[in-house]
């Protein structure tokens, strides 16, 4: 959009004077995502909305809850409950299992000044769906994976 085409955007309607003033009318507005084009849009007037005022009447609380501060006995308490499991797939919580294709060359296998053994590799995931017009559409997500020692010789 030109800063133009971006002056002559509808903007809302008001009715009153400066300090009396209110809109009445939703104008219109712009929405920017990036890596997109704007948006054009209109405005939503919330305060006009009747339960969204009756929410926003609603006083803020008076008092606040307090949490209790943790002891170092319960802290020990709970690293004894939680030590069993360590290592084991209990605790594993951000598991990620990927199943694809590798494209790699032999030659991304290097050493750190450590003596580190370190692999490079790149995997493809590919999945289809039926895109616009029902063609099928297939896509590849890529996921760079780096693996030390050991399992660098896999």
């Known amino acids: 959009m030109t800063p133009d085409e971006v002056s002559r ?33 209109t405005q939503m007037l919330y305060f006009l909305d009747p ?18 501060q943790n002891t170092q006995e319960d802290l020990d308490d709970l690293v004894a409950e939680l030590e069993p499991n360590i290592g084991t797939t209990e605790m594993q919580k951000n598991r ?17 000044p450590s003596g580190t053994k ?9 999945y289809r769906y039926q895109g616009k017009d029902n063609q099928q559409v297939t896509h590849t997500n890529w996921h760079a994976l780096t693996f030390y020692d050991d399992l660098a010789d896999l």
């Open 9 to 41: 955007l509808r903007p809302a309607k008001k009715v009153g004077d400066a300090g009396e003033e209110k809109i009445v009318a939703p104008g219109q507005m712009l929405i920017f995502v990036s890596g997109r084009r704007p948006i054009l849009g």
């Open 51 to 68: 339960h969204l005022s009756a929410r926003a009447s609603i006083p803020p609380p008076a008092d606040f809850d307090v949490i209790e």
């Open 96 to 112: 990620i299992d990927l199943a694809g294709y590798a494209a790699g060359r032999a030659d991304r296998i290097r050493y750190l």
């Open 118 to 126: 370190v692999a490079n590799i790149r995997l493809g995931e590919s």
